[in-house]
């Protein structure tokens, strides 16, 4: 395994790493040698191996939420969050009530866009919902036809890393390990109900990053 790879993709492009986006660097990083190169590679940025639970999906998190930089980085982070739960929850009430016997998608379940749009097509309700869906900015289009938005809500679920492709000839999805950590997020927002991020300290984060 190259370790500078796994690296890029854990600190760099803030990957989360499962077995549908990179089952190589996840195989890596279930091991203990794996996970002792990873955190002394990253100590000197003060970032450490995180997973979202015992078999979920492998990222980065800061080891010293204290540091100023960290704080902002954390809470940028957070903001991402937040501004992707809204999307990824209305694409699965979504899919819960297109295909009611889908139960509540969890990582390596399969999606399969021909079944999905012949279940939406002439069904008034589904329709609708995929208008609404496709107001969002995540999923936003201004083509007209069901085909090219629901095409348009694939390609944002992709963009969200939410998705991958399993076989694009055939349009062929599966759900990433990322919608674990979405999950936990939701719960962690239903427990303690209220996160509060001023919009000075948002204004911070967004010319800290810029």
């Known amino acids: 395994m190259n370790l500078r790879n796994v690296l890029e ?18 195989e890596f990083l279930e091991t203990n040698e794996g ?9 000197v940025f003060d970032r450490k191996l995180t997973r979202v639970n015992e078999n979920g999906a492998f990222y980065l998190t800061s080891t010293d939420p204290e540091h100023a930089t960290d704080r902002l980085l954390l ?28 139960g509540v998608l969890v990582s390596g379940d399969i999606i399969r866009y021909a079944e999905i749009l012949n279940l ?3 069904n008034e309700l589904h329709l609708k919902h995929l208008n609404q869906l496709v107001q969002l900015s995540a999923f936003k289009t201004v083509k007209k036809s069901t085909t090219d938005k629901l095409i348009a809500l694939f390609d ?9 492709v399993k076989n694009r ?12 950590y979405i999950h936990t997020v939701m719960e962690f927002i239903a427990e303690y109900e209220v996160i509060a991020v001023d919009e000075e300290e948002a204004e911070q984060i967004e010319l800290a990053h810029e």
């Open 156 to 164: 944002g679920l992709e963009r969200l890393n939410l998705l991958v």
């Open 75 to 102: 809470k940028k982070e957070f903001l991402k969050v937040r501004d992707e739960i809204e999307p990824v929850v209305e694409f699965l009430v979504f899919i819960s009530k297109v295909k009611s016997d889908a």
């Open 35 to 43: 996970q002792i190169q990873i955190d002394a590679a990253m100590a």
């Open 120 to 122: 939406v097509t002439d």
């Open 169 to 180: 000839s055939e349009m062929l999805y599966q759900i990433t390990g990322k919608v674990d």
């Open 9 to 26: 993709k854990l600190y760099n492009e803030k990957k989360f790493i499962c077995p549908y986006t990179d089952e190589e660097c996840y």
